[in-house]
Nanobody, 121 residues
């Protein structure tokens, strides 16, 4: 089994910063892409940022220039540094990882439980 455990998040003021982390553990042979999605109340889950194993990144237009995704392959951990936060960034942030559990296994997506980020004065 594979587990993704998120940490960080919480409350920030507009213009402030937060960092969320997500560590993958369990039966892991290799991890390809890792990333973050978010879901605000009444809205669909949307991509925030993704980073591939070769460190190529992709960001949603809404966070480009404000958020930075990074990863530590040795720790199977992905980070999201969020700067210049806006109230519209308020959402539950979900981590995901594309994992192959064994060398003969196919790739599968795994998700964290979500962490709340609230931006409010």
């Amino acid at each position: 089994q594979v587990q993704l455990v998120e940490s960080g998040g919480g409350l920030a003021q507009p213009g402030g910063s937060l960092r969320v982390s997500c560590a993958a553990s369990g039966s892991i042979f290799s991890i390809n892409a890792m990333g973050w999605y978010r879901q605000a109340p009444g809205k669909e889950r949307e991509l925030v940022a993704v980073i591939e194993i070769g460190a190529r990144t992709n960001y949603a237009d809404a966070v480009q220039g404000r958020f930075t995704i990074s990863r530590d392959n040795g720790k199977n951990t992905v980070y999201l540094q969020m700067n210049s936060l806006k109230p519209e960034d308020t959402a539950v942030y979900y981590c995901y990882a594309q994992v192959r559990r064994y060398s003969w296994d196919s790739w599968a997506d795994y998700w964290g439980q979500g962490t709340q980020v609230t931006v409010s004065s």
